[in-house]
């Protein structure tokens, strides 16, 4: 059931917001249609202006303009309600016809498909930090969350132990046979990552060094 709407009554409802919301068939149709609730009253009554000025304000020929008003004529959207005398001769006065215009479909909003965002993987490392082969966090040394706790009085000690270590290996070994420190100190630390212990590797070489001892450098085969 429809309300009904009669001419003078001031209804709390925007004409042009009831057109804008119904279906009426072609954009051409509908820019129409609301050109004319912006001029009408609350109870659509009350529009007055020329085919020309309708014309002239959407931008739509005058006899275009004049077809469609003449089908909303047809299917009751609108009506002549009377005639104004201008200096031209006279102007159409015309009503929307609220209760048809409610009768039309609303305009519902299409479904839209569900949006994937594909993060695009990258062959190369990121930049600044190298790639980890190991299981475990991706996330790189530099990166903006990773927080970095000061040292602590035990991982101080364990680095003075460590350093305690590898110094007593490097004096372990034959004198005569030592080459580059530095490098001997990493492959100690790669050694030690893997698994290997700090011990096992310090008996290694105290042993090496018990066998080999009074040996000179001309009766062992070097690979440098």
Not at 43 to 64: H, P
Not at 138 to 155: A, G, V
Not at 158 to 179: C, Q, S, T
Not at 191 to 212: C, M
Request: with cysteine.
């Amino acid at each position: 059931m429809h309300t009904s709407y009669k001419r003078g009554d001031r209804m709390s409802i925007d004409v042009a917001t009831m057109c804008m919301k119904r279906v009426f068939g072609s954009a051409t149709r509908k820019q129409i249609i609301c050109f004319l609730a912006d001029k009408a009253s609350d109870d659509g009554t009350g529009i007055w202006c020329s085919k020309g000025t309708i014309a002239l304000n959407t931008e739509l020929s005058k006899s275009t303009v004049k077809r469609i008003i003449l089908k909303f004529r047809k299917e009751g959207i609108i009506s002549e309600t009377g005639k104004r005398v201008n200096s031209h001769g006279f102007t159409v006065e015309y009503r929307i016809n609220l209760d048809r215009v409610e009768m039309l479909d609303l305009i519902t909003k299409p479904l839209e498909p569900a949006r994937i965002t594909v993060n695009p993987v990258s062959d190369e490392p990121p930049s600044g930090s190298k790639a980890h082969l190991q299981g475990g966090s991706q996330r790189t040394p530099n990166h903006p969350l990773t927080i970095l706790e000061p040292p602590t009085r035990k991982s101080a000690e364990d680095a003075k132990l460590y350093d305690l270590v590898f110094n007593k290996i490097w004096d372990g070994y034959p004198e005569d046979r030592r080459r580059n420190k530095k490098t001997c100190k990493m492959e100690f630390a790669q050694a030690v990552a893997a698994g290997v212990e700090q011990n096992d590797i310090l008996s290694a070489v105290q042993d090496y060094n018990t066998t080999t001892a009074g040996y000179t450098r001309s009766k062992v085969k070097f690979s440098d």
